[in-house]
């Protein structure tokens, strides 16, 4: 996101300088920025793993949006005390789980490779990365470096690719992208309004079990009092006293 915010910022000042630095035109033109830049979301990083240890990350993922990763491994030289090029016989599994825990990718790839799947259910996904590193004697102790990138709706499209395939002039790839960059904005709107209507149903439902247990305790302590008042009736009558 802090990239996306970056090129949200030069396509701000490009247009500034266009325009002779008109705030009135900027104030207009920034919502619309603002919303295609949430649009397009994705996240690279590198992380270590041992021989046997799994990672997982947890994403935040529309209904029926496209997900593509890309990675690439590195194995530490002890010789040269630097990260080389993982050999191509070293491999890594990567399997992702839905919000209902179901597998919806389970795959094995190269050192270096790209998966990519698209979410039926909106929520948290579960992306796990592991190596087949117990297989080779070459990693045995040592540590892997994993560079992972993972781009998620409009964003994890290659529109050069798009429109070599599909012959599109520039202004008609530029409104394709406009549109999709829409339709994302949309899903995630979907999403957000899910979101909020689950929250909402689970804060009604705390209310009620709170109010059903604010009755029932006030029941039972009604009931011990009327108890212990005819209990104590009970004993001074036996005593005599009343």
């Given at each position: ?15 500034m ?9 900027l ?15 994705g ?68 050192s ?49 690719e ?65 108890w ?15």
């Amino acid at each position: 996101m802090a990239v996306e915010r970056s090129a949200l910022g030069a396509r701000a000042g490009v247009w500034m300088g266009a325009r002779g630095g008109s705030r009135r035109g900027l104030a207009r033109l920034f919502p619309l920025l603002l919303l295609l830049g949430l649009a397009a979301r994705g996240s690279a990083l590198y992380f270590h793993i041992g021989e046997t240890e799994k990672k997982c990350f947890i994403e935040e993922i529309p209904d029926e949006t496209m997900v593509i990763g890309n990675y690439r491994t590195q194995l530490y030289d002890k010789q040269r005390e630097e990260y080389q090029p993982a050999t191509p016989g070293l491999g890594m599994f990567v399997e992702v789980k839905d919000p209902d825990d179901k597998v919806i990718l389970s795959r094995q790839y190269g050192s270096e490779g790209r998966f990519t799947f698209t979410s039926h259910t909106p929520g948290e996904h579960q992306i796990c990365l592991h190596s087949n590193s117990t297989k080779f004697s070459l990693f045995a102790g040592g540590m892997l470096r994993v560079h992972l990138d993972i781009q998620v709706g409009e964003h994890a499209n290659d529109y050069a690719e798009i429109a070599a395939k599909d012959k599109l002039s520039e202004l008609q790839l530029r409104v394709r992208q406009l549109v999709e960059q829409v339709e994302q904005i949309q899903k995630e709107q979907n999403y957000q309004r899910w979101r909020e209507e689950r929250f909402r149903q689970t804060s009604e439902s705390t209310n009620q079990r709170v109010l059903w247990w604010s009755i029932v305790q006030t029941l039972i302590l009604v009931a011990i009092g009327v108890w212990q008042m005819r209990h104590l009736k009970s004993f001074f009558e036996a005593k005599k006293l009343v």
